[in-house]
């Protein structure tokens, strides 16, 4: 298939610009811009006249409200001046009736002093009425206008002594000022003065030119005020001001706290301020000032104006000079409108020099350079995208044919793909087959079409399942479907296939579903494997822990449903360690699968084995019906490993222990009894090995004792625990103490003092021995330091445990105590026993020698109790034979005994070292000693391990100075 393209098809990608539709008139651009920018200055110009309007309001309110506030302010500075004079005048008063003869009563000099005084006063206009009260609030003299003040005032002025102002206004407006005065024994009156408001109202109306007036409330009346209900007491120009009054009132509620109302009236603009006077009772009387403000609104409206004419008459200039300035850019833009259909004729040239000859006089460029300079570059992008669409045609063939290239690989890869792709139609019939399918099926592609999807060698157990899911996708229920079934190969092999059948979604095509077959035959088979793996040792292909622990779980569950019993058998190889370090773990490997085949043949399917790991095996028995029957099968089991194995050309004899946990007597669940069949098979073994043992609870508690032992031990170095007692070693001639060893010792907090036989092979067990070792040292050299500073310079024996001796650190750490501590490297006792020196003496006898290198003495300890070897022992660097107490306690008992203790007495002296017997509780043993040579004495006889604090005090009294040379 091939594509032509010729310029005329480019021709329809330029739109036809400034052919018009014909349908409409036309508008020049530059008028349209005149117009649009005269509606919007004007929107502007209304909008800015507008928000001035409003704030020149706001300003002029503003304004007259500070205006008002001001003359509020004068008016209240009028109302204290006049109360100030009328506290002069009271004042006055008192000074007068002082002046006075002292005949007479002090009220009745007052009341002489009021009537002489108020004629004068009332004329000159500084008080209107006078009163005096007694304290009782009794008036006693009243002078001058009638009026009723409150008993609350006079009690005031009473109470605090203290001038109080009052404000009455009813017939008449006047205010009161209350003065205290003392009349006779030292009693308080109060003096009341009083003047009318007249004086204040013309005052203001002088100084401020505002007019102003007093308006009283009604008597009986306690609603909101209205002035139409109000008294007018005082008001200035009261003809014209008392119809503007009415017109307020009538148009505009007035509440009774007053406030400030703005009012028209005959043409003009008026503020009127009410506010109630200073000490009356809100709601009874009012100031009230009016002000003509017509002037300053008529000079605001009249600004207003100007400025709106002023604006208008600037907008429009500016808008002709707007079009005047936009007259060249709009001709330019008219020549580009014009250029821009040739583009559609393919004319690029001929727009390309039109453009170019369009000249602006203009110092910056601006959007029409920029557009001028675009249509130049659409005009070469459009020649350019001509020329593309000639060659993308020519691409377009070639693609085609390399589509066609495409899809005979895609049909290659599917016939060479190892997955059976099928394509089936609405009814599951089958409309291609791919050619590894066909030659896994044994079809061939016409064959194939002729059959149904279900026609192929399906295998029954999920024929059914994979039908009605097939059923599903076809009915449009499912998109996809997916299952795991098997089928029949050509060669008779089932196969497990993963089938995906999905919905091709393809309009008009025969395919409707596209069904892909993987084979997972293989990776069935390895996970088979992994599981198998999971749950069984490979070496000896029995189960293992995780397999053994749920046929346990089985096994609880059936006999809690049969309310029977089983057992649980823990068996662990002796010596299996040996075989292994000796001959190698291929021999050790063949061992465990043979002793597992012995073990299995004794049990038969009787029970089920189990190894667990490294030499232990487990075994359920679950048919076993007694005690005697689990115990006869495991002796039977004991007695098989009685007979060698044979290995490689080795003959290798195994024993086995046994331990044996029964249900439900000892556990009930599967910790319990495999935890308690381990307990019982180390008893088996501490027990002598190749035997079994049933458990029970005091082995438990062993074992929890011996856990509990280990925990306490890591802390008893922390804990300060741990001691170190100093056991003597007297000369049996002199009686002198001639050194002493470092015996450690463990005061448990709550068990006690624990013997070392108990907790020293812990230590060695659990490699605490190395750190315990090395503090034992450290502490018997710094007694021996101390001794060593009181004169004392005997010899300090420290045991070194056999871990220490095979330890790399244990040089070191010798040196560094030394150095630490200070003691003579001379007074320093290493005491070995002979088992580890003998076990790799390769390793202990180039240590030994560095010691004594340093300075040190050795000793040999427990000589006698393990396998000596006189050939080794000669080139041992020892100092001392120490004859262990077991031979000791034979004196005088045993023969055979006390000729070992003579033996090694002789030994020691053939070979040069001394011979130091320990354990020596008796005289009889001692005086057997003394006479065969062995003057170095160790036991209760003399003295028991010492505290270090009953140390000194020992050598004190019995240490002489002895050579050891």
């Not at 100084?207 to 200035?236: F, M």
């Not at 559609?344 to 460029?365: H, P, Q, T, W």
């Not at 896994?440 to 994979?466: I, P, Q, T, V, Y």
């Not at 919905?503 to 997972?520: K, M, R, T």
Request: charged content about 25%.
């Amino acid at each position: 298939m091939e594509y032509v393209v010729t310029s005329s098809y480019v021709q329809v990608l330029v739109p036809m610009i400034g052919s018009g539709s014909g349908n409409r008139p036309f508008f020049s651009l530059r008028w349209k811009v005149f117009i649009n920018l005269m509606c919007v200055l004007a929107l502007v110009h209304a909008a800015y006249g507008y928000y001035s309007y409003i704030q020149l309001k706001e300003r002029g309110a503003e304004q007259r409200a500070d205006l008002a506030e001001r003359d509020l302010f004068v008016l209240e500075g009028l109302v204290a001046t006049s109360y100030e004079r009328l506290l002069e005048v009271g004042e006055i008063i008192p000074l007068f009736v002082n002046r006075l003869s002292d005949e007479g009563s002090l009220l009745a000099k007052y009341e002489d002093a009021i009537q002489g005084l108020f004629p004068g006063l009332s004329m000159n206009g500084s008080m209107d009425a006078v009163y005096l009260y007694d304290g009782l609030g009794n008036v006693v003299i009243k002078q001058g206008m009638g009026v009723e003040l409150p008993v609350t005032v006079i009690s005031a002025v009473v109470e605090t002594e203290e001038p109080v102002k009052y404000f009455h206004c009813s017939e008449q407006c006047l205010r009161f000022i209350a003065i205290p005065v003392q009349l006779e024994n030292n009693k308080i009156g109060v003096m009341v003065i009083g003047r009318e408001m007249r004086d204040i109202i013309l005052e203001f109306n002088r100084q401020s030119g505002r007019d102003i007036g007093l308006a009283l409330q009604p008597s009986g009346r306690n609603e909101a005020a209205r002035l139409w209900k109000l008294e007018l007491k005082y008001l200035t120009q009261k003809a014209e001001n008392a119809s503007l009054l009415n017109q307020l009132v009538s148009q505009q509620n007035i509440v009774s706290e007053g406030g400030i109302y703005e009012i028209s009236a005959n043409d003009k603009k008026y503020q009127i301020l009410l506010k109630p006077p200073e000490g009356a009772v809100t709601g009874k009387a009012y100031w009230i000032l009016i002000e003509d403000h017509t002037d300053s609104y008529l000079a605001a409206r009249k600004d207003l104006i100007e400025r709106f004419l002023v604006a208008g008459i600037g907008l429009f200039l500016a808008a002709l000079f707007q079009l005047a300035v936009l007259r060249s850019p709009l001709r330019t833009l008219s020549e580009i409108s014009e250029l821009l259909p040739l583009l559609a004729g393919s004319a690029f040239d001929e727009v390309r020099a039109k453009l170019s000859g369009i000249n602006r006089k203009n110092i910056y460029e601006d959007e029409l350079d920029y557009l001028q300079y675009s249509t130049i570059d659409l005009a070469h992008q459009l020649e350019s995208l001509e020329s593309s669409l000639l060659e993308r045609a020519q691409n377009l063939t070639e693609r085609s044919r390399q589509l066609e290239a495409e899809r005979d690989f895609v049909t290659s890869l599917l016939d060479t793909a190892e997955t059976i792709i099928l394509t089936l139609d609405g009814n599951g019939r089958i409309v291609t087959l791919n050619r590894f399918g066909q030659e896994l099926l044994g079809l061939s592609s016409s064959e194939a079409s002729l059959m149904n999807f279900f026609d192929l060698n399906h295998d029954h157990a999920k024929l059914g399942e994979h039908q009605t899911l097939m059923h599903r996708l076809l009915d449009n229920e499912d998109n996809k479907v997916q299952i795991e079934a098997s089928i029949r190969s050509r060669s008779g092999r089932m196969l497990q296939i993963s089938w995906l059948h999905s919905i091709l979604n393809i309009p008009g095509a025969e395919a409707q579903v596209l069904s892909i077959g993987l084979d997972f035959t293989e990776r069935q088979h390895a996970e088979k494997r992994l599981v198998w793996m999971a749950n069984h040792d490979p070496l000896t292909a029995l189960p293992n822990r995780l397999l053994f622990n749920e046929k346990i779980e089985l096994a609880l569950k059936h006999s809690e449903d049969k309310d029977t019993g089983f057992a649980v058998l823990f068996c662990d190889l002796d010596s299996f360690k040996d075989v292994n370090d000796s001959l190698g773990h291929p021999v050790g490997d063949e061992l465990l699968q043979q002793a597992a085949e012995r073990i299995q043949n004794v049990i038969c399917n009787e029970g089920l084995l189990a190894r667990l790991g490294g030499d232990e095996f487990t075994i359920l028995l679950e048919g076993a019906e007694s005690k005697q029957e689990i115990e006869g099968i495991a002796q039977n089991i004991i007695i098989a490993f009685r007979q060698s194995f044979f290995i490689d050309g080795y003959e290798i004899f195994s024993t086995i222990s046994i331990g044996i946990a029964l249900y439900p007597e000892h556990g009930r669940d599967v910790t319990s009894l495999i935890q308690y069949a381990d307990v019982a098979m180390f008893d088996a073994k501490e027990s002598g090995k190749n035997q079994l043992r049933f458990y029970h609870d005091e082995q438990g508690s062993q074992r929890y004792e011996r856990f509990s032992l280990v925990n306490d031990l890591r802390r008893a170095l922390e804990r300060d625990e741990l001691k170190v007692y100093y056991q003597p070693q007297i000369d049996a001639y002199s009686g002198s103490v001639m050194g002493v060893e470092a015996l450690l010792r463990w005061q448990h907090s709550e068990l006690g003092m624990i013997s070392p036989a108990k907790f020293i092979p812990l230590a060695e067990e659990q490699g605490l021995i190395i750190p315990i070792g090395e503090w034992v040292l450290e502490q018997a050299c710094t007694q021996g330091r101390k001794l060593q500073e009181q004169g004392f310079n005997i010899r300090m024996g420290v045991n070194i445990a056999g871990q220490q001796i095979m330890h790399e650190s244990l040089l070191p750490a010798v040196k560094r105590v030394i150095n630490e501590t200070g003691i003579d490297p001379g007074l320093l006792d290493l005491e070995v026993t002979e088992n580890f020196l003998l076990r790799q003496p390769e390793v202990t006898i180039p240590k030994l020698h560095k010691f004594r290198e340093m300075g040190l003495s050795l000793s040999m300890d427990d000589f006698g109790t393990g396998y000596s070897s006189l050939s080794y022992l000669k080139k041992l660097p020892l100092n001392t034979l120490k004859i262990d107490q077991s031979f000791v306690r034979d004196i005088g008992i045993d023969p055979e005994g006390e000729a070992i203790v003579k033996a090694i007495i002789v030994l020691a002296k053939s070979l040069g070292l001394e011979a130091l017997a320990e354990g020596v509780e008796t005289s009889e043993q001692l005086s057997y000693l003394r006479t065969h040579g062995c003057h170095l004495i160790q036991g209760f006889y003399f003295s028991r391990p010492l505290p270090e604090e009953e140390l000194p005090e020992f050598v004190a009294n019995q240490a002489v100075e002895i050579s050891f040379e």
